[in-house]
């Protein structure tokens, strides 16, 4: 009878404090992070460049790719993002070759590109050089063609004529609409984003347009992906919610368009800052901004990087690096890709040497070295800086000791301002010139037209 009296008390008391944990557990006044994803760990300070393997090579192909990955290693790249490589659907094609993104086989890669094994072989070399490979994906739709349109029309979703349509409201005629209403093409779609994974042994996916396919979809996705190994994923979009338990990464449209409203045509400098504010404010604090002056989308339809920042080019490339977020860099930028290329037809990237390289590279390398320009919850929340000019941007961010102190000049004019925080006293390594400069905690500089100052501070110097 003893023994079970204390058995019953024993019961009891671990009753009561699991209930006292369940209490704390629901508090609602007990702050909560918003995302629950776990990031891979080396997406901590990495950088991401995009390829379009059509038109990088005059062979266009995964073998013809694999001798420039030395130079992308050198310029700092960590993540490889590669273009769609499915086989492109010939039924209402657009040009003479087709929309990568006009998908005839999920299982299969385009002939063009190369064969599996190629795929493989190239994986292989990213990784053996410490890299990481993503593929892009098409979830949202098919072409006309695709093995899947007779295998299961229900998948698709109809006009109301009852036939197959594009996605509604877009002039997409080489592709058709799937209908994640139905259970079928989740599953589908869901297997094979596996067995990319499972059989390439790729790092994860850049999924197109993901904002019009089921948020609970893609969770599921992610869920299943990191049951296999640990995959980042890169949404084209920009809602919070799919950070949730999705995406590591969602696109910075708003900081891009900003820019260069604010230095293309005269727009206003408080739509950047009112960017910022919304960043510090509302983005989930450990979600990461991909943040970029060009990529296929911008280049094919709308201009180049020189176009579309003219002489500040240069200050915007500054702020996509250190501002919070991952630096994207587009095929060609840094051999100063001066045109839009087609989309549709062969069109080959002229390789040359530019001063854009060693921007970017000398840019990333301090990304790397100073963890205030980390990603995500590694990295130092932007903190902003009171100045008396009017479209000079600045801002300070620090962790574990390391600082970034970032002066951007969005005028045509030289610029003499006062800075004035107690964040921003210190010493400094200046970014161009490698010198030490002293700053106050209340300090007078002079900034060229489209100029910029990035000053670096390590807690170990």
Aim: with cysteine; net charge negative; glycine share 6%.
């Amino acid at each position: 009878m003893k023994h079970i009296t204390i058995t019953f008390a024993v019961l009891t008391i671990l009753f009561s404090a699991c209930k006292q944990k369940e209490k704390v557990k629901s508090d609602p006044y007990q702050p909560q992070d918003y995302v629950q994803l776990t990031h891979p760990e080396w997406s901590k300070n990495a950088t991401i460049y995009e390829v379009n393997i059509r038109q990088y090579t005059s062979e266009g192909t995964f073998k013809a790719f694999e001798s420039h990955l030395p130079r992308l290693k050198e310029l700092g790249i960590d993540i490889i993002w590669l273009m769609p490589i499915h086989p492109i659907g010939e039924k209402n094609r657009k040009g003479s070759i087709g929309s990568y993104y006009s998908v005839k086989d999920y299982y299969a890669v385009n002939p063009e590109f190369g064969t599996m094994d190629d795929l493989k072989s190239l994986v292989k070399k990213i990784h053996d050089m410490g890299m990481y490979v993503i593929l892009d994906w098409v979830a949202n739709h098919s072409a006309w063609d695709c093995n899947l349109v007779s295998a299961h029309p229900e998948w698709y979703t109809r006009d109301y004529n009852g036939n197959f349509q594009p996605t509604p409201w877009y002039d997409w005629s080489d592709v058709i609409d799937f209908d994640y209403n139905q259970p079928g093409i989740r599953k589908y779609m869901t297997e094979v984003l596996k067995y990319w994974v499972t059989e390439a042994n790729i790092d994860g996916y850049r999924c197109d347009v993901a904002g019009f396919i089921p948020t609970d979809f893609w969770e599921n996705v992610r869920k299943e992906l990191d049951e296999i190994k640990p995959v980042f994923m890169l949404a084209e979009w920009n809602a919070r919610d799919l950070h949730k338990a999705a995406f590591d990464m969602s696109y910075n449209w708003e900081m891009y368009a900003a820019m260069h409203e604010l230095v293309m045509n005269n727009g206003s400098f408080h739509r950047l800052y009112e960017h910022f504010a919304h960043t510090v404010n509302t983005f989930p604090r450990n979600a990461y901004w991909m943040n970029f002056v060009d990529n296929h989308d911008k280049n094919s339809w709308e201009g180049t990087q020189f176009t579309q920042f003219g002489p500040a080019l240069d200050a915007c490339i500054v702020l996509t690096v250190t501002a919070a977020g991952m630096p994207l860099v587009y095929s060609g930028q840094e051999a100063g890709l001066d045109r839009q290329l087609s989309f549709f037809e062969k069109d080959v990237i002229e390789w040359k040497e530019h001063y854009l390289f060693d921007l970017y590279k000398n840019l990333f390398t301090l990304k790397k070295e100073n963890k205030s320009l980390w990603n995500g919850h590694w990295g130092g929340e932007m903190i902003p800086i009171v100045n008396s000019a009017d479209k000079v941007l600045t801002f300070a961010r620090e962790k574990d000791g390391d600082k970034v102190l970032v002066v951007i000049n969005f005028s045509d004019k030289k610029t003499e301002l006062t800075m004035e925080s107690n964040i921003q006293g210190g010493t400094y390594k200046d970014f161009i010139s490698g010198k030490e400069i002293k700053i106050a905690k209340t300090q007078k500089l002079e900034i060229e037209a489209w100029g910029y100052r990035v000053l670096s501070m390590k807690s170990d110097s």
